[in-house]
């Protein structure tokens, strides 16, 4: 038979493994309501997509495509965040997560709901990514059509890379703020294509090739383990049974519990997963 004093060893130890999970996870995960305060040589917008500087990286600058590598985050109001990190003399406030306005332009056409945002040539302005830009600094919760005046806010006479000139509409749209890898990209080989899918699926978001093979671990441990304590409560309650078939409906009460205790710790993991991809 199953002994009490193992059940209640299985119990204690999946209840703990909850609890390490659901504290664990926001380690991993970036807060979006937590942003970090800089300063700037420069008159910055709310709104404008910036990085850090090279040789100061207490000091953020507006990025264009050409800088895309340095992307950061973006400058949001005082008001907008519910944690600010810095001194006094920090007036610039960036964040790198959450939802917030982001100044955006026409240079690469209209930009529907659910498109990517990555820098543009103008300094501080994303754009439409489409498959070929590397960096973005998150997804479109908004619209943008230069030919919607509404939503144009100015227009900007930039320079092409025939030097001719074009006119550009620029306007401001929230967008999900999370910087890293366009997964558009057709060259984009951080992560295998299932695995990055299904990690977007249940995020909503882009998601870094760290959180998703932290949860891929999490998946493993977790399914080892539960997989593990049903196995040997079947087997060894089978065994009890054919010894001893007058407690067949003890036993099967016993395994009934150690098999629920199993899905307990498979569903912690998946719970914890879920935090980490999605926060």
């Known amino acids: 038979m199953i002994k009490r004093k193992n059940l209640k060893t299985y119990i204690f130890c999946s209840a703990l493994l909850v609890v390490l999970v659901i504290y664990a996870a926001p380690i991993f995960a970036s807060s979006p309501t937590v942003t970090q305060g800089y300063s700037s040589d ?20 507006p990025v264009n495509s050409d800088q895309a590598d340095q992307l950061h985050g973006v400058i949001i109001g005082a008001n907008e965040s519910a944690v600010l990190l810095g001194s006094d003399e920090e007036k610039v406030y960036v964040a790198s997560g959450g ?10 056409g209209p930009i ?8 543009s040539a103008i300094k501080g302005i994303g754009m439409n990514a489409g498959k070929n830009n590397d960096i973005v600094i998150g997804k479109a919760l908004e619209e943008f059509d ?10 900007i006479t930039v320079n092409d890379a025939s030097d001719n000139e074009q006119q550009l509409s620029v306007g401001m749209i929230i967008v999900d703020i999370a910087v890293g890898k366009n997964p558009l990209m057709k060259n984009n080989t951080s992560l295998p294509e299932a695995l990055r899918k299904s990690a977007e699926t249940v995020a909503g978001k882009p998601v870094n090739a760290t959180k998703v093979y932290i949860s891929l671990f999490i998946i493993i441990v977790t399914s080892a383990i539960a997989g593990s304590i049903i196995y040997s409560a079947v087997r060894g309650g089978m065994v009890s049974i ?38």
Request: aromatic residues 6%.
């Open 242 to 279: 054919g010894r001893n078939p007058l407690g067949k409906n003890a036993i099967m009460r016993g395994l009934l519990q150690v098999v629920l205790v199993g899905m307990l710790i498979l569903l912690s993991g998946f719970f914890g997963v879920y935090l980490i991809l999605k926060l």
């Open 146 to 155: 230069a030919s919607n005046q509404s939503t144009v806010k100015s227009v």
């Open 99 to 108: 939802r917030f306005p982001v100044l955006v332009s026409s240079q690469n």
């Open 112 to 119: 529907k709901i659910g498109d990517y945002i990555s820098p």
């Open 42 to 61: 420069e008159l910055l917008q709310r709104g404008m997509l910036v990085g850090l500087k090279n040789d100061d990286p207490r000091k953020v600058e």
